[in-house]
């Protein structure tokens, strides 16, 4: 079978099962530019290479620049532009200053990858919400509301958002705890109601963003032995990372939704090994999707704002993107 096969530069190319020997030959991503939040280290790394082989130019976040142009190289290494920007997704700012430095470099994005997260760290973000919630949701609303216009712009484009099983443990959304600081036996009840909210979002987006030719996805990439597990203390880290699924194990999934064309004509669903599964009942409450996002909305909008007239890094100016509505 051939590595690659040129079907244009907006369509999606996706392999039968049995025809995958390696993540290089999934499928076809020549002229897209994929974003990936948490793309220098674990699953997030192996993603970013995957795309890279497959053919897509590659913007790679991280919180430390150094890890992020490491994986940049690697890009570059396969014969694909790469970008790699510093970014903590629970910091505005640097989501703020990302969008504005890949516009300035690219012009576009195909893909948006909302995979940064994190669990068990306690305190909170700058704006005063619950660092796990800040980083695995709401950051990454505010990215993706950011880049909305653009990805419109790219059609036919997708939006992926990687959330986990342990959303169907979250029973209810409380919105003054979402301000409360994480402790050590509220660490998994918080973890499970950001991701919660992953699936939640994902679901309404789908709603919103119909027939604009964007897609969204959430999903279950399995347990990976991922650095979401950094905070967990150790000895109990490498007990529980034993027991789990590679980070080039768990990517499949995020590749399946990102890429192929069975899951274009599915927007909104949740997957889990590579194949439509139902989620936690609460996912299918359209007033609960509604709520996040005008929660979501509320906090993120006086930024948004201010984001949309900030002077943008040099050379940006002109690719600052228009403020969505």
């Given amino acids: 079978m051939s590595d690659r096969v040129d079907t244009?530069?907006?369509?999606?190319?996706?392999?039968?099962?049995?025809?995958?020997?390696?993540?290089?030959?999934?499928?076809?991503?020549?002229?897209?530019?994929?974003?990936?939040?948490?793309?220098?280290?674990?699953?997030?790394?192996?993603?970013?290479?995957?795309f890279a082989e497959a053919g897509a130019d590659v913007i790679v976040t991280s919180r430390k620049i150094e890890a992020c142009e490491e994986v940049a190289a690697l890009v570059r290494a396969r014969g694909q532009r790469a970008l790699g920007v510093a970014?903590?997704?629970?910091?505005?700012?640097?989501?703020?200053?990302?969008?504005?430095?890949?516009?300035?470099?690219?012009?576009?994005?195909?893909?948006?990858i909302n995979n940064?997260?994190?669990?068990?760290?306690?305190?909170?973000?700058a704006q005063g919400f619950q660092l796990t919630f800040g980083v695995n949701h709401l950051g990454h609303f505010l990215l993706t509301e950011l880049l909305l216009e653009r990805l419109k712009g790219s059609a036919p484009a997708r939006v992926v958002n990687v959330a986990s099983k342990a959303h169907f443990s979250a029973d209810s959304?409380?919105?003054?705890?979402?301000?409360?600081?994480?402790?050590?036996t509220r660490s998994l009840p918080d973890y499970n109601v950001s991701k919660l909210c992953n699936v939640?979002?994902?679901?309404?987006?789908?709603?919103?963003?119909?027939?604009?030719?964007?897609?969204?996805?959430?999903?279950?990439?399995?347990?990976?032995?991922?650095?979401?597990?950094?905070?967990?203390?150790?000895?109990?880290?490498?007990?529980?990372?034993?027991?789990?699924?590679?980070?080039?194990e768990g990517a499949q999934t995020t590749l399946h939704c990102a890429t192929s064309e069975a899951a274009a004509a599915q927007s909104g669903l949740y997957y889990d090994e590579r194949e439509p599964k139902e989620p936690n009942r609460l996912a299918h409450d359209e007033a609960l999707q509604d709520a996040l996002e005008a929660k979501s909305r509320e906090w993120v909008d006086e930024f948004m704002d201010r984001s949309s007239t900030a002077g943008a890094p040099a050379g940006a100016a002109a690719d600052t993107p228009p403020r969505p509505r």
């Fill in 116 to 125: 940064a997260g994190l669990a068990g760290k306690p305190g909170l973000t």
């Fill in 8 to 50: 244009g530069a907006n369509a999606f190319r996706h392999f039968a099962d049995d025809e995958i020997p390696c993540p290089a030959q999934l499928f076809d991503m020549t002229g897209k530019v994929v974003l990936i939040t948490g793309g220098s280290r674990g699953m997030g790394r192996a993603m970013s290479l995957a």
């Fill in 173 to 184: 959304l409380d919105w003054d705890r979402l301000r409360t600081p994480t402790t050590t």
């Fill in 87 to 112: 970014c903590h997704v629970g910091k505005w700012d640097d989501i703020d200053r990302l969008v504005k430095t890949a516009y300035a470099e690219f012009g576009k994005i195909d893909v948006l």
């Fill in 200 to 248: 939640l979002h994902a679901k309404e987006l789908a709603r919103r963003l119909e027939g604009t030719g964007v897609t969204t996805y959430s999903l279950h990439p399995g347990v990976i032995a991922s650095d979401v597990w950094r905070n967990v203390p150790w000895p109990f880290r490498s007990v529980m990372k034993a027991f789990m699924k590679s980070n080039e």
